[in-house]
C-alpha cells in the first residue's frame, strides 16, 4: 500500500518560492496518477495539479499556472511541486495525493505560509 509523506513547506515571503515534496515510505508510485491539493482555513480542500502515472500528462488549476510546476522522480519514488513567485492567497496546507482506479491514498499535509 502507498504510505506518503509530504515535505519542504515553511514560511516564505510575496515573491519567493518553495519546493514541496512528496515521498512513497510504501509501494512505488510509478503506477499512479499523482496530484497536489490544498486547503486553506476555513476552506475547502481544492485541486492544485496533477501529473499521469508516466509524467507527460499535467494538469494545473487557473491559479498557479506559469508560478507552479509539478514533477515526479520514478528512481527517487518521489513527486515535487516547485512553486514560484509566491502568494499570500497561496498560503494553505498541501496535501499530496496518489490515485489508481477507484482507489486514493492521502498524504498527512505540509504548511505552507507566504507573508505580505
Known amino acids: 500500500q502507498v504510505q506518503l509523506v509530504e515535505s519542504g513547506g515553511g514560511l516564505v515571503q510575496t515573491g519567493g518560492s518553495l519546493r514541496l515534496s512528496c515521498t512513497s515510505s510504501g509501494r512505488p508510485i510509478s503506477a499512479y496518477t499523482m496530484a497536489w491539493f490544498r486547503q486553506a482555513p476555513g476552506k475547502e480542500r481544492e485541486f492544485v495539479a496533477n501529473?499521469?502515472?508516466?509524467?507527460?500528462?499535467?494538469e494545473y488549476t487557473d491559479s498557479v499556472k506559469g508560478r507552479f510546476f509539478i514533477s515526479r522522480d520514478h528512481t527517487k519514488n518521489t513527486m515535487y511541486l516547485q512553486m514560484n513567485n509566491l502568494k499570500p492567497e497561496d498560503t494553505a496546507v498541501y496535501y499530496c495525493k496518489a490515485s489508481v482506479g477507484s482507489f486514493g491514498a492521502w498524504g498527512q499535509g505540509t504548511q505552507v505560509t507566504v507573508s505580505s
Open positions: 501529473i499521469g502515472a508516466a509524467g507527460r500528462r499535467k
